[in-house]
């Protein structure tokens, strides 16, 4: 069997992955309010639309400094190399809170989009966004022309998406920055909520929590 060609890179810098909460539920219950004439004739759904549009905004606030890694469905994924000599400090929080200014100032504008009133449509305003700032080595791998970072790191920052940051602020609008982003990017922390969070094959991982409310 030919192998396949492909070429691998290491690198180290803030990974950061920007999660929009309530995505699935949402369309979930707009395709179920909308199942007769959602999909008909090839069309396709004023939510969808929107959610693109709420997607393009975050990755059009954060790019650059951060580059594109992935779109993961509700959540962009995007990293910096410490050698592209990423924002550090408060320009690292401000750089967030610019993307998540977008995103509420974009989530406003949902009742331009289309003019359904139903409950599902409705829950759009329901929809909020974190963000997971993690920092470390990965690799990057170019497969078949399309970019994909590995490593556990990359995994830890994924892991991080599932934590108690909602239940000790309130709300879903926040920034968890962990020890080692804090340490790398010299990110203030003493205003922060300090957590622990522990995962499966993982050490106990110290976060910085900042609500965006």
């Keep these: ?20 909460s309530g995505y699935t539920s949402f369309l979930q219950a707009v395709a179920a309010a909308h199942k007769d004439d959602a999909f008909a004739g090839g069309n396709v759904p004023e939510a969808y639309r929107m959610m693109s549009s709420l997607l393009d905004g975050i990755v059009g606030t954060i790019v650059p400094p951060f580059t594109l890694a992935k779109l993961e469905g509700d959540a962009v994924f995007a990293y910096a190399p410490m050698a592209a000599d990423p924002p550090r400090g408060d320009g690292m929080l401000d750089c967030i809170r610019r993307c998540y200014a977008r995103f509420t100032a974009d989530l406003a504008q949902v009742g331009g989009l289309w003019a359904c009133t139903c409950d599902a449509c409705l829950r759009a305003n329901t929809l909020d966004l974190k ?8 690799v990057e791998q170019q497969i078949a ?4 970072l590995i490593g556990p790191e990359v995994v830890m920052a994924h892991r ?16 968890l920055v962990t020890a080692a982003a804090a340490s790398r990017l010299d990110v203030p922390v003493a205003s922060a909520v300090p957590m622990t969070e522990t995962y499966e094959h993982y050490e106990p991982i110290e976060v910085f929590l900042f609500g965006l409310r």
């Design 1 to 20: 069997m030919a192998s396949m060609a492909f070429q691998q890179t290491a690198g180290e810098g803030p990974l950061l992955l920007a999660d929009i």
């Design 160 to 175: 991080l998406l599932k934590n108690n940051g909602a239940e000790a602020i309130g709300h879903g609008a926040y920034v």
């Design 131 to 138: 963000f997971i700032l993690h920092a470390g080595p990965y």
């Design 145 to 148: 022309g399309s970019r994909e």
